[in-house]
């Protein structure tokens, strides 16, 4: 079932070890088959040289295991949240990458300070409120997919326009249009994050509206044109 998918995950997962953003089991990254509403997801805990394509978990949109061996990674509930209210996006990762990590353990935004930033997100990447007690002794990863939909609802934000979300003291989630988008928008999430950082050291200011539009929209507008045909 979903042979190909479970094998663009696999990939994918093994990316996040490839960019350097993961250590030990510490993320995961799922796909989408939005025809039979199935996704598929790492298995819980397990180590990234250990997996194989087999080993991928398929769960229906309504938290329901359709195939696999093993346990579904933890942060399962959080994903399907994601795909139940952005419909547009096929791809879900979740990392711990330290210079993104430290703008969340923060309660901080991710600026929009130059141009690398808008190359990737138009505005800047948010960060949520913190969870109750309640909602962390209640469904905990559920509850974090809803206060991340809440978040962008709350604050007018666009979530095909910025790909990225910190969780507070949590870490960052990230999306696109499948599960390989979605591990390098984690890889470049955490970039940006790193020259924010430095950039927060030296003072700098938000770059200026105009060329932040601009190169946002060069590469994701109607009329992009970077890149080639």
Known sequence: ???KLKEEVYKANLDLVKYKLVLFTWGNVSGIDRDSGL???KPSGVDYDKLTPADMVVMSLDGKKIEGDMNPSSDTPTHLELYRR???IGGVAHTHSTFAVAYAQAGR???????THAD???GAVPCTRDLTAAE???????????????????RAID???VP?????SHGPFTWGKNADAAAKNSAILEEVAKMAYLSDQLGAGEANKAIRKKHYLRKHGANAYYGQK
């Open 1 to 3: 079932m979903l042979e």
């Open 39 to 41: 996704m598929v997801i």
């Open 86 to 88: 952005f419909p547009e």
């Open 109 to 115: 935004d991710i600026p929009p300070y130059g141009t």
């Open 120 to 122: 990737f997100a138009f």
């Open 136 to 154: 962390i002794e209640g469904e905990y990863e559920l509850n974090t997919g809803k206060v991340i939909v809440e978040c962008f609802e709350n």
């Open 159 to 161: 979530h095909n326009a």
């Open 164 to 168: 990225a979300v910190l969780v507070h």
